[in-house]
């Protein structure tokens, strides 16, 4: 098993409220990523909104290495101090990977510093997702493009700061296109956010889907030996 622990975050309210979600995902969106990570050797634990501290308690957070998180119509019930918590860790190295509607997080707009607004419309289009940057880590293994065959349609202008690295970008039936994998960096943390997935359509049981995901957590799991020491220096290092 991979050492790399992951916790899956959901706010798990439109598969209980709704009823074509409840079909494409019986038991929680949280629960089918868990899986795609759990099949390539992660250690994955889960947490919803409605568990208590949103199930992102401190001993939770301390012990994940990589936190994804998928949100959409609760976004504002996510209590600030729970979002301050999560950026405290992202900042001292843990990696976050915000999924689709999760551009809305109250985590994600503070971490870009800007709105992160788009265009969409919800008409099941084709997607092509195509790979912008064969040699980054997280396209390791994935065809030049992947068709996802029914999608919400994201489209630009996409209101967040210009990407470290861009991975992917989509385009869509009606002629848009939207940047759909985006690296930064943030204090000691990698932020990865993937466009991809919605609640109604089983974007997340793709192979390809599955396969990104767990290239994203290798990608976004902290590097103990590159993170940067901080603070006063009372002697200069030795030089020879």
């Known amino acids: 098993m991979n050492s790399t622990r992951v916790t899956v975050w959901n706010e798990f309210r439109h598969e209980r409220e709704d009823e074509a979600s409840k ?7 949280h629960t089918i990523v868990a899986s795609a990570l759990e099949e390539q050797g992660f250690d994955v634990g889960t947490a919803t909104l409605d568990e208590p501290e949103h199930g992102l308690t401190e001993e939770v957070l301390a012990e994940t290495d990589v936190l994804m998180w998928w949100g959409h119509i609760a976004h504002d019930e996510v209590a600030d101090e729970i979002v301050e918590r999560v950026q405290q860790r992202v900042l001292d190295g843990m990696g976050l990977i915000v999924l689709h509607s999760g551009h809305f997080s109250k985590i994600f ?5 800007t709105t992160c607004d788009l265009k969409w419309r919800e008409d099941g289009e084709r997607e092509r997702l195509w790979v912008v940057d064969s040699g980054h880590p997280i396209a390791d293994g994935i065809d030049e493009q992947v068709i996802v065959p029914n999608a919400e349609m994201y489209g630009e202008q996409f209101d967040i700061p210009a990407p470290d690295e861009l991975v992917f970008v989509s385009w869509f ?3 848009e296109v939207f940047r759909s994998g985006c690296c930064y960096r943030r204090g000691s943390g990698r932020v990865f956010y993937f466009r991809p997935g919605h609640e109604t359509y089983p974007i997340y049981r793709q192979p ?4 990104i995901l767990g290239n994203a957590v290798e990608w976004a799991a902290p590097d103990e030996a ?5 603070g006063n ?3 200069p290092p030795e030089t020879h």
Do not use: W
């Open 226 to 230: 590159s993170r940067p020491s901080f």
């Open 23 to 29: 079909e494409c995902y019986p038991d929680g969106i």
């Open 173 to 175: 039936e009606g002629g």
């Open 233 to 235: 220096v009372p002697e």
């Open 208 to 211: 390809e889907i599955r396969k």
């Open 109 to 113: 707009k503070q971490l870009m510093g």
